[in-house]
């Protein structure tokens, strides 16, 4: 089973301001790396796929990049509607994984 | 407009069963394959089961192989999750989601919970 490691767990950021998230794959994925956007009480919402292709409708602001064993998700000037928690998911073997989840508050 | 509804959940005791099922619109249902992925309370997200859109390739996590069994019926446009041997541990939201070409999920229900206990 592939590992996702996610850091940090917590990242307090001001409106505004650049938000940079990571994610770490225990043995290589290729590109075969999702992030989701999950807000409470909320279902997971794709943002991007392909470790760096946009989801349909997603603000630009959304950028994500890496291949291999590591991932960043950088969301470029946070938005009130951007704080919730970010996942990363390998689909390059089953099972597929998660990491465990950054919060991104405010500051 | 693209609809995935959860269903079957509730409150059941450990050692017994629960059917899940998933109603799915709005797309060409078998040409996606669909899993089930779940949320234990205040906790991260957990890949449960897959699905290939024709049931010829199914998938487990280790943590419910054995326990659980996936299904799907095309002609219904729905997704199954049969659970057996339920432990606490099992207490989640257990949402189902559809993937294309390539196993990221999208889209997503809105989850049904599941919630074990005597």
């Known amino acids: 089973e592939i590992v996702m490691t996610q850091s940090p767990a917590t990242l307090s950021v001001s409106p505004g301001e650049r938000a940079t998230l990571s994610c770490r794959a225990s043995?290589?994925?290729?590109?075969?790396l999702a992030w989701y956007q999950q807000k409470p009480g909320q279902a997971p919402r794709l943002l991007i796929y392909?470790?760096?292709t946009r989801a349909t409708g997603i603000p630009a602001r959304f950028s994500g990049s890496g291949s291999g064993t590591e991932f960043t998700l950088t969301i470029s000037s946070l938005q009130s509607e951007d704080f919730a928690v970010y996942y990363c998911?390998?689909?390059?073997?089953?099972?597929?994984?998660f990491g465990q989840g950054t919060k991104v508050e405010i500051k | 407009e693209v609809q995935l509804v959860e269903s079957g959940g509730g409150l059941v005791q450990p050692g017994r069963s629960l059917r899940l099922s998933c109603a799915a619109s709005?797309?060409?249902?078998?040409?996606?394959?669909m899993h089930w992925v779940r949320q234990a309370p205040g906790k991260g997200l957990e890949w449960v089961s897959g699905?290939?859109?024709?049931?010829?390739?199914?998938g487990y996590a280790d943590s419910v192989k054995g326990r659980f069994t996936i299904s799907r019926d095309n002609a219904k446009n729905s997704l199954y999750l049969q659970m057996n041997s339920l432990r606490a541990e099992d207490t989640a939201l257990y949402y189902c989601?559809?993937?294309?070409?390539?196993?990221?999920?999208?889209?997503w229900g809105q989850g049904t919970l599941v919630t074990v206990s005597s």
């Open positions: 989601a559809a993937t294309t070409k390539q196993d990221w999920f999208d889209p």
């Open positions: 709005g797309f060409t249902f078998d040409d996606y394959a």
């Open positions: 699905i290939s859109w024709n049931s010829g390739s199914i």
């Open positions: 043995q290589s994925v290729s590109s075969n």
């Open positions: 392909g470790a760096s």
């Open positions: 998911q390998q689909y390059n073997n089953w099972p597929l994984t």
